[in-house]
């Protein structure tokens, strides 16, 4: 995954994830649109799967992904949230913690479009 961000002129600092999600810490250039970034990524990481992995044909990713943005300055916040995924997520599912993530700054949203 780190190699396709970098094919579209990103930097991945970090990545790692669990069972049903993953994580990336990146920069991407400011030209460019997000959404474009995580349909490249998505559909080149499902070749790949894939493509090595014959038996796991079944593989495919969420429709959707969240994407929040955070100063230089949170960068060890954010790598030591990564690399706790496995124990945070012993207490807190996917669902319920990108909720909270939503409400506590007030952001609105329909809860309905959240996870379909």
Not at 52 to 78: D, H, I, M, N, R
Request: charged residues 30%.
């Amino acid at each position: 995954m780190g190699g396709i961000v970098r094919a579209e002129k990103g930097v991945l600092y970090d990545i790692g994830g669990v069972e049903d999600h993953d994580h990336m810490y990146l920069r991407r250039r400011p030209d460019a649109a997000v959404s474009d970034l995580m349909r490249t990524v998505k559909a080149r990481s499902s070749k790949w799967v894939h493509d090595t992995f014959p038996k796991l044909g079944a593989f495919a990713w969420q429709e959707g992904y969240s994407v929040f943005s955070v100063g230089k300055s949170q960068e060890g916040a954010v790598k030591a949230y990564i690399a706790g995924q496995h124990e945070h997520h012993k207490k807190e599912d996917l669902k319920s913690e990108l909720l909270r993530m939503l409400r506590v700054p007030e952001i609105e949203f329909d809860e309905r479009c959240v996870f379909d």
